[in-house]
């Protein structure tokens, strides 16, 4: 198994830049998680899918953030327009159907973004 | 804000000794999971202990949970240098199990 799946690694734009942030989960795994994980707050939570709908997006910052779920096998963040501030690593985490395991979460390699 | 708050903050020991981490949190919950991330990576997940539940090992891994005090502990034994990485605990809560609080995470370094 690949794992949990995240391009680009490393992103540097420039602000005003739209930065298009992209997933695949695990195979057979049902719900999708972003997080944003910074020095200052931590990892924070910011929407999570389950079988492709978005249930909670009440970490989503503001709206110039948007998630997609086109499918089980891909998840997009979107960052449009981008701010130096929404410098941080993007975490995508994936999660089997509830009752296969005690809701472990299986973490990508994340992608680091800096805004200039 | 965070549900999990952990201590120390940073935690310097010899290969050998044994390593202790704290994390407290706030509201009730299902489940406790501690997960560890080494630098530039992404988070791996270590054990789970049920709120039921007061002790768990696994390999050179111990958890204890005290739900009454809201508290969580990771031992870990006889320490290698490869155990240097962050640990974070992340906790459900009983109304929604879907969303994981991280806590602020240990920083442990184990020197050969």
């Known amino acids: 198994d690949a794992g949990v799946i995240q391009s680009p690694r490393h992103e540097v734009t420039e602000m005003g830049q739209e930065v298009t942030l992209r997933c695949k989960p695990i195979?057979?795994?049902?719900?999708l998680f972003w997080y944003r994980q910074t020095m200052m707050r931590g990892l924070e939570l910011l929407i999570y899918?389950?079988?492709?709908?978005?249930?909670?997006d009440s970490g989503m910052p503001e709206d110039r953030f948007s998630a997609k779920m086109p499918n089980a096998s891909f998840s997009t963040l979107k960052i449009q327009p981008s701010e130096p501030r929404d410098s941080a690593v993007y975490f995508c985490?994936?999660?089997?159907?509830?009752?296969?395991?005690?809701?472990?979460?299986?973490f990508g390699p994340g992608t680091r973004l800096t805004v200039l | 804000s965070q549900q999990g708050e952990e201590d120390p903050q940073a935690l310097s020991i010899q290969e050998g000794e044994n390593a202790t981490m704290n994390c407290s949190y706030k509201?009730?919950?299902?489940?406790l999971q501690w997960y560890r991330q080494n630098s530039g990576r992404g988070l791996v997940h270590l054990i789970l202990?049920?709120?039921?539940?007061r002790e768990k090992h696994s390999g050179r891994l111990r958890v204890t949970l005290d739900t009454s005090k809201k508290s969580s502990s990771l031992l870990i034994t006889a320490s290698r240098a490869a155990d240097t990485a962050s640990y974070f605990c992340?906790?459900?809560?009983?109304?929604?199990?879907?969303?994981?609080?991280f806590g602020t995470g240990t920083r442990l370094q184990v020197f050969p």
């Open positions: 985490a994936s999660r089997p159907p509830q009752g296969t395991t005690y809701n472990e979460q299986f």
């Open positions: 202990i049920r709120s039921n539940e």
């Open positions: 195979s057979g795994h049902n719900s």
């Open positions: 509201t009730s919950i299902n489940n």
């Open positions: 992340a906790t459900d809560g009983r109304e929604n199990t879907d969303k994981l609080i």
């Open positions: 899918f389950n079988n492709n709908v978005p249930i909670d």
